[in-house]
Each structure stands twice: as structure tokens, then as C-alpha cells.
């Protein structure tokens, strides 16, 4: 049983920040690595960033590069994305993702399981 619920999302204007939660509930005797896309109103579901299972190593996406940064918190079971400096094209619905990897997949195949989404827009 693996279950995702993401929140966070909001109306936020530009040069904002936001916080994005994923709750996670993953099996006990596998690691997993963590992730988060997102999908704009007519566009592909494209990467973000990605965290290893032990919180050690996290890669970016370039468009968000500086801006985004993604944690993990094992106590809590919860994987955050902090935005900064929030821009027009950040708006989409944001989505969790985990899979059964050793390497920070960038591709939509690359993960097992996913959360509802939440949604981000970005006003000016």
C-alpha cells in the first residue's frame, strides 16, 4: 500500500513563495525515492525535482533551479517543495511521485505511484 496526498497549493502572486506537502504512506521494507511534477493546462507532465530516500541527494529541474529547493522529513513521513520567487509560468497542478529506484528518475515512467495534485497559480 503506497498513498500520496500533496497540499500546499494556492493563488500566490508573482515573486511569492509557497510550500508544498506530500504525505506519504510507503511500505516499510523498500526505499524509495521521491519527486514532484507538474502539468500546465495544455502541456506534458515535466519534472521538477527529486530526492533520494535518505534525504542525501536532490536534483532540479533547470527552470526552477534556485528557486525550488525539496526536502524530506522521515519522522513525519512528508516530502516538501519550498517555491521562491514565483513566476507566470509556475503555475500548474503539482503532483508527487514515488518510485522503487536507486537514481533520481526525470521521466513520468520512471515512478510507481502518484498523488491527487494541487494546484499552483501564479497571478501579477
Known amino acids: 500500500q503506497v498513498q500520496l496526498v500533496e497540499s500546499g497549493g494556492g493563488l500566490v502572486q508573482a515573486g511569492g513563495s509557497l510550500r508544498l506537502s506530500c504525505a506519504a504512506s510507503?511500505?516499510?521494507?523498500?526505499?524509495?525515492?521521491m519527486a514532484w511534477f507538474r502539468q500546465a493546462p495544455g502541456k506534458e507532465r515535466e519534472f521538477v525535482s527529486a530526492?533520494?530516500?535518505?534525504?542525501?541527494?536532490?536534483n532540479y529541474a533547470d527552470s526552477v533551479k534556485g528557486r525550488f529547493t525539496i526536502s524530506r522529513d522521515s519522522a513525519k513521513n512528508t516530502v516538501y517543495l519550498q517555491i521562491n520567487s514565483l513566476k507566470a509560468e509556475d503555475t500548474a497542478v503539482y503532483y508527487c511521485?514515488?518510485?522503487?529506484?536507486?537514481?533520481?528518475?526525470?521521466?513520468?515512467?520512471?515512478?510507481?505511484?502518484w498523488g491527487q495534485g494541487t494546484k499552483v497559480t501564479v497571478s501579477s
Open positions: 510507503l511500505r516499510t521494507d523498500r526505499n524509495y525515492v
Open positions: 511521485a514515488a518510485a522503487r529506484i536507486a537514481r533520481l528518475a526525470t521521466n513520468v515512467d520512471g515512478y510507481d505511484y
Open positions: 530526492i533520494s530516500w535518505g534525504g542525501r541527494t536532490a
